[in-house]
């Protein structure tokens, strides 16, 4: 008689390492706008019995081909790893929302269980966060481990619209990756908040943020409930020397912290002395330590060396230490730091000596960032860098629309202005460099369906007159249909909660496909 070997089955039944069958379209380069655009895509899920993965990275999806795509994998509850990075170039950000809420209703149906989520190198802004929300407020994303957010223009806005959709439903993540989004002090404290209830994470990486001591401090709270936290990279923020003291007081509870790259972070010489400190009264058994160009004096650097250096085991752990663009003192200096480094070492002089690293006040330089805090912030990064005109020309209009659209219910003359002046809109955002995007955003704000960056916006006009003049402006054949898409998208998501949903309702052209 046969005999089952009950270990072994469970054993294979739970074996992660069992994801060999999937769907992998990267780097195709393929412009997807349709449903036949993206057959393809379609035909090789459909013919997948056990789609473990998709990785869609390197080609572009428009709001058809996504729809397409997400009623194929309606049929697939056992995906677990999702790669949709670079997958949105060339589109509209307007585009952007629609395609990436239709991909996540799609999982959603199927009764998905994602472990991996990878959305980097997609520009999308806060919007897109709101396009995501529900995908992550979902039981798709109840066992998500990873969750790869990279170069994805969030601002403060989508940092906090992020932390609201984390925080909705327990999470456990173990790998946090979310750099280049200038998220400051506000996105930053949000997601720390988040972050402290997860008590999982392993890896957090925010680097290129415009994080401050405030904002890392917040973090610096959170790590501390995250006692696995193995690999931590703030890169190209400005800790400073504060900030640096605040992380130092929480290092003796990361015994497992094997990796940290504050590189580009001014933590000068006072910053460098307390996490030196740290790590030798902790005896941290780190093996990569990156505090390249802080402006550390060649003192500090010695400390820094001595303290990763003072287990006996440190030549063997240790693979990289880098203190590259600091100041190291003469030859001799850098030969003893080289010696007990070994193969570790980077090293090289700063642009200036030691002694202009060590004299005069440590906080030269080192701002709370309180002067960036008030200001607008949740563009993606194309966006931050469009000169001013353009956004004022496109508000200006916008704000004259509802203006007049908000008076229309009252004077027939207000209703025919406001049709009139809906086409010159749109003609004259047409002309500006980034356009979708300011419309976008500035009508969005306007109707109320996100909030302003600027804590001084008012809305000073009736939305309900508002709404049923967009709701006879979308129906003309030259209004955009990106832009078309995308209102529907926010005014369907915001629906039970507007002040205006009686009349919205009135007008199912506003929030019905």
């Known amino acids: 008689m046969a005999t089952f070997d009950f270990n ?20 195709k380069s393929l412009k997807l706008d349709t449903e036949k655009d993206a057959q393809p895509i379609i035909d090789a899920i459909n013919a997948c019995p056990d789609l473990q993965y998709l990785t869609l990275t390197g080609n572009t999806l428009g709001v058809a081909a996504a729809q397409a795509i997400a009623k194929a994998l309606e049929h697939h509850p056992e995906l ?43 520009a999308f802004g806060p919007i897109g966060v709101q396009g995501l929300a529900k995908l992550l407020q979902s039981d798709v994303c109840s066992q998500l481990q990873e969750l790869r957010l990279n170069n994805n223009g969030l601002g403060i806005t989508g940092g906090r619209l992020l932390a609201e959709a984390l925080s909705a439903s327990p999470r456990k993540l173990k790998v946090f990756i979310a750099g280049r989004n200038r998220l400051e002090n506000d996105g930053a404290t949000a997601l720390a908040r988040v972050f402290q209830g997860m008590g999982t994470l392993e890896e957090i990486a925010m680097p290129q943020n415009g994080i401050y001591h405030k904002g890392v401090s917040a973090l610096s709270e959170a790590f501390k409930h995250n006692p696995n936290l193995s690999c ?56 990569s330590v990156d505090l390249s ?24 752990r240790l693979s990289r230490v880098v203190l590259a663009g600091n100041s190291l003192g003469d030859s001799t200096n850098k030969k003893t730091m080289k010696d007990k480094l070994g193969s570790s070492a980077e090293l090289s002089d700063g642009e200036g000596s030691d002694e202009e690293y060590v004299s005069g006040s440590e906080s030269d330089g080192e701002s709370d960032g309180s002067d960036d805090e008030n200001t607008e912030d949740s563009a993606p990064e194309d966006a931050q860098h469009v000169i001013k005109d353009p956004s004022d020309l496109i508000t200006a209009y916008v704000e ?56 001084q916006y008012r809305i000073r006009w009736k939305t309900s007159g508002c709404y049923r003049m967009l709701a006879i402006a979308v129906t003309s054949p030259t209004f955009p249909i990106p832009l078309k898409d995308t209102l529907k998208f926010f005014i369907a998501s915001r629906l039970t909660s507007l002040a205006d949903r009686t009349i919205v309702e009135q007008h199912p052209q506003l929030y019905l496909s």
């Open 400 to 455: 004259a629309t509802f203006s007049v659209s908000g008076l229309s219910d009252e004077s027939q003359l207000a209703h025919q202005v406001a049709l009139d002046l809906y086409p010159i809109m749109l003609k004259r955002a047409g002309q500006q460099h980034a356009s979708a995007w300011l419309l976008a955003n500035t009508m969005l704000r306007g109707l109320g369906l996100i909030k302003s960056e600027n804590k």
């Open 293 to 316: 160009h802080n402006e550390i004096g060649r003192e500090a650097c010695i400390e820094v060396v001595d303290a990763v250096t003072a287990l006996p085991d440190s030549t063997d």
């Open 80 to 122: 677990k790893i999702a790669r949709f990075s670079d997958m949105f170039t060339g589109r509209m950000k307007t585009e952007i929302p629609p395609a990436l809420s239709a991909l996540g209703e799609g999982m959603i149906t199927a009764g998905a269980r994602l472990s991996v989520l990878e959305l980097s190198d997609n």
């Open 8 to 27: 072994s089955i469970n054993s294979a039944l739970t074996d992660t390492s069992r994801l060999e069958t999937g769907v992998d379209f990267s780097g």
């Open 232 to 287: 931590l990279n703030l890169n190209d923020n400005t800790i400073g020397s504060k900030g640096a003291e605040a992380i130092a007081t929480v290092l003796p509870g990361l015994k497992k912290l094997k990796s940290i790259n504050f590189g580009d972070c001014l933590l000068k010489s006072k910053g460098a002395k307390a996490l030196a400190k740290a790590f030798k009264d902790n005896s941290l058994l780190l093996e």
